[in-house]
């Protein structure tokens, strides 16, 4: 096991510290920017707007499909065999 630590006493000479090196200046804030730095230059002409044609007119909607009718919807009915006949003799 390890030997416990002695206590010093109050004849023991004092423990030289060593001093904490001194913290680091604070960087320097930015300086805050102004009002004509934020705002952008005016322009040296202002755009002049362009006069158009008249716009095309939208194209027209495609036609839609016609609506089915019941009779397209539903099959047709299966072919059914023909009836065997039974001749009486």
């Keep these: 096991m390890d030997e416990p630590l002695p206590l010093l006493s109050a004849d023991d000479p004092p423990v030289p510290m060593e001093e904490p090196e001194p913290l680091p200046d604070p960087a320097e804030e930015p300086p805050v920017p102004t009002v004509e730095e934020l705002v952008p230059p005016p322009a040296e002409e202002p755009p002049v707007p362009s006069v158009e044609d008249e716009p095309e007119p939208p194209p027209e909607p495609a036609e839609e499909p016609p609506v089915p009718t ?20």
Excluded: K, Y
């Excluded at 019941?70 to 023909?82: C, D, F, G, T």
């Design 70 to 89: 019941v009779e397209e919807l539903v099959p047709p009915p299966a072919e059914e065999p023909p009836v065997p006949v039974v001749e009486d003799d």
